[in-house]
Structures are given as C-alpha cells and as structure tokens.
C-alpha cells in the first residue's frame, strides 16, 4: 500500500513538473522570438538564397564543361553516294577570356545583394526585438493593472459590505449602499478590461515568439517573468543621431542599392563590347562523303570563339537609361532613409521625455491624491464630509496610480524605441542615478500603484 502510494505521488509529481508553463524573462523573450518567429526565419532563408546567387555570379570565372551530341538517320533519301547515318559528339572546356567587365559586375552585385539581404535580416531582427519589448511590457501592464483593479474592486465590495451593516443597524440611510453599489459597479468594467487586455497581449507576444497558442488562451503555453520596472535613463539625443547615422542597416542597405545601379551601368555596357572565350576538348564525328574520309573520325580540338553585338537596335542604350534613373532613385531613397531614421530617434527621444515629465508629475498628483483621501477622512470623522467624498477620494487615488503606472510603462516603451532607433541595445543606453522629483529605485510596480486596502475612517 505504502509503495503503490509512493509510485501515484511521484506520478503525480512528474506529471505537474511535465506540464510546468515555461517562464520567460524579456531578454529570454527577445532570444526566443529570434529563434521562432516566422518573419525571421523567412528573412534567414532569404540571406541563404543570396549566397546561393553568389556562388553562382563567381562561377564565370571558373571553366564550364559542355558535352553535346547528335545521332540521326535518314529513312530514305534519293540515290546518292552520301551515307545515310550522321553522328557528332564532343565534350569541351569553355573558358571566358574577356566579357567586356560583365563578369566582375555580376560577381559585385551578388556581393552586394548578400550584403544588402544580410542587413535586412539585422534590420528584422531589431524591429522584432524592440515589438517583442513591446508586447512584453504591455503585457506586464495589463498584468499589473488586473491586480490594482481587483484590488479596488475588493476595496469598494468591503464598502458595501460595511454599508449595508450599517444599514441595518440604523447608522447610514440607504443612499450610503446604493453610492457604494454604483461605486462598484464602476470599477468592476475596468477589471474585466484589463483582463481581455490581458489575453490579448498573451495573444500578440504568442505570435511574435512562434509560440502556438492553445484553444483557451487563459491557458497560456508560457509566462511572463517579472514585474514593469522603472530604471530612469538619460541618453544624449546628439550621441544616438550620429550613432544611429552610421549603425542603422536600413541606411547602409540604401547605401548598397546606390552602388548595386553603379555596377549595373558597367554590367549594361558590357553589351556593346566584344565577348571571347576559347575552348578544347575531344570530338567524335561522322563523314556522311565516302570520297572524303572514312565514316568514323575522332581527335582533339582547341579553338577561340568571339562575338561583337555592334548594333542592337538602341536595346543597351534603354537599359543605361533605366539604370541611371534608378541610381538617382536609390540616392533619393538613401537621403529619405537618413531623415526617417532622425526622425525615428528624435521621435523616440521625445516620448522618453514626455514619460519621464508625466511621472515626476503623476507622482506628485499621487501624493496629493494620498494627502486628499486622508483628509476626506478627517472631514467624515468630524462630520464635516459625506460618504460621496471618501468614495471619490478613493477612485482618485486608484486612478492616479493606475497613470503613473501608465507612465512607467510609457518609459519602457520609448526606451525600446529608442533603442531600435539608434540600432543599439537598451542597456547600452546612457542612464543616471535618479530623476528629478522622482524615485529611483526600481520597486515592482505593483507596490506602486496599490490602492489603499481599505477605505478607513469613520462611516
């Protein structure tokens, strides 16, 4: 009995270890997405099939091997002396001794194509990182914002509780319970809000990180570790500029796509220029003339062959002309490039600011909140205040916090955006040691933003 007891808890044991929600850290987040997320790999597999165009741009340097041949027979012919059979086979080595500069453009373009396919996937990358980040931090708000409504709902169903004691015992008429009825019924959407926020972020971060969700997304497959921190950073906006300027691989990809139409110029002119190529190799053939030779003959053969398109019509002179355009194109696309990547960085740093001015203020607005809520308590106690003020001090209270909770959250995003910006991890951003008016510390924000636990004072 004891043994078959021992082996069903151990059993049971393995059995909730097994099916233990994986846990991830942001970090662990941003390295999981790169592993699965489907946009990455499609970029990846893209990366691979330029090299594969590189190989083959460099093989025009390499001798090619040909094989040809040609066996027929004729079923009648007129009466003549020519054997009937005819028969010619040949392998032969093709070299290109001069191409007029085709094969060296080629050869850069594929360089420039791997290059420029390689920049797009770090470009994806990053841009998949900072939306991870993103996803990741709304969700640990929604998170946290569930548990500050619950606990105001909680809060304000002691309230109606408590009224409706007194009620009954005489202390308060029935306008005190049906204020604290309205004022749950108030907060009791915002939580269920924050719940379907909740699943939808779960839903968002799923994609992003290749995960397949499950039929109930209450069930998540994994779990966000941690809690929205507030670390104040400062960086300069004249060090991410110039940073940005050089690391983004959206401009060094535009900076290639100028230099891919150069080469194309000399890849077009090399058609108007002469093409030679020798050969050898070894041929069997047939002399269908019996006066000639024999039927079988054989022996190796080594020759140049050369061609010069002298006129084509104005063909080459259309593709000059196409090609220059999309270099002046590229140019263009290479300066609106610098000014979206500027204006993504000013943006970002502009929001990090606005995050930081809305918390120095909202901390303050809390305060006043705290200082409010205890003096409607006074009021009560000494029966110069209603019910309807301690309520109302009490939904301020929630409310504010719930904002600087948005705040901090707000921060977080606009580092990650200025991160992506600036083509630059979070952490490599500067940071300073408190700001202004504000905490420094780095406090789980749940801690934060709690409403009172309860209303307190007399009713």
């Not at 548990?147 to 007194?166: A, D, I, N, P």
């Not at 290749?210 to 400062?234: D, I, K, T």
Request: aromatic fraction near 6%.
């Amino acid at each position: 009995m004891r043994r078959s007891a021992g082996i069903v808890i151990f059993l049971l044991a393995w059995t909730t270890v097994s099916h233990a929600e994986p846990s991830y850290t942001v970090e662990e987040a941003v390295a999981l997405a790169k592993k699965q997320n489907a946009e990455i790999a499609i970029a990846a597999k893209q990366v691979e099939a330029a090299r594969g165009g590189l190989i083959e741009a460099r093989s025009g340097f390499l001798p090619s091997v040909i094989s040809t041949g040609l066996m027929r027979k004729r079923e009648s012919q007129e009466a003549s002396r020519l054997r009937p059979e005819d028969y010619d086979a040949s392998v032969r080595v093709v070299q290109n001794l001069w191409t007029g500069g085709a094969i060296s453009s080629q050869l850069t373009i594929a360089r420039l194509i791997e290059e420029k396919r390689t920049l797009e996937y770090q470009a994806l990358v990053n841009r998949v990182a900072m939306d991870v980040r993103l996803a990741f931090y709304e969700l640990l708000l929604n998170r946290a914002k569930i548990r500050v409504r619950e606990q105001s709902v909680g809060v304000f169903r002691e309230e109606l509780k408590t009224q409706r004691e007194r009620l009954s015992a005489g202390i308060v008429g029935a306008l005190n319970v049906s204020r604290a009825e309205v004022a749950l019924a108030n907060e009791q959407p915002e939580l269920i809000d924050a719940e379907t926020s909740l699943e939808n972020s779960y839903l968002r971060l799923s994609e992003l990180l290749g995960v397949n969700s499950r039929a109930s997304v209450a069930s998540s497959r994994f779990e966000a570790a941690g809690q929205l921190q507030y670390h104040p950073r400062h960086p300069d906006l004249n060090e991410c500029l110039a940073y940005a300027d050089v690391t983004r691989p959206e401009i060094k990809s535009q900076e290639i796509d100028v230099e891919i139409e150069n080469q194309q110029l000399i890849l077009d002119r090399s058609a108007t220029r002469p093409q030679v190529e020798a050969f050898t190799g070894y041929e069997l053939y047939s002399e269908r003339d019996p006066l000639v030779g024999p039927e079988f003959n054989h022996g190796y053969i080594v020759g140049v062959n050369a061609s010069w398109h002298i006129f084509d019509g104005f063909a080459t002179r259309g593709r000059l002309q196409a090609t220059r355009a999309r270099r002046e194109a590229a140019r263009h696309a290479l300066e609106a490039a610098r000014l979206s990547v500027a204006s993504d960085v000013r943006s970002a740093f502009l929001d990090l600011q606005q995050a930081d001015r809305v918390l120095e203020s909202e901390t303050r607005n809390v305060q006043n909140a705290d200082e409010s809520l205890e003096i409607a308590k006074g009021n009560l106690s000494a029966g110069l205040g209603t019910q309807l003020d301690i309520l109302q001090a009490a939904s301020d209270v929630t409310r504010t916090r719930t904002t600087r909770l948005g705040a901090f959250y707000l921060h977080n995003v606009a580092l990650a955006r200025l991160a992506r910006a600036s083509a630059r991890e979070p952490e490599s951003l500067g940071f300073a040691a408190k700001v202004a008016g504000g905490s420094s510390s780095g406090k789980p924000i749940a801690e934060v933003v709690a409403p009172p636990s309860t209303l307190g004072g007399q009713r």
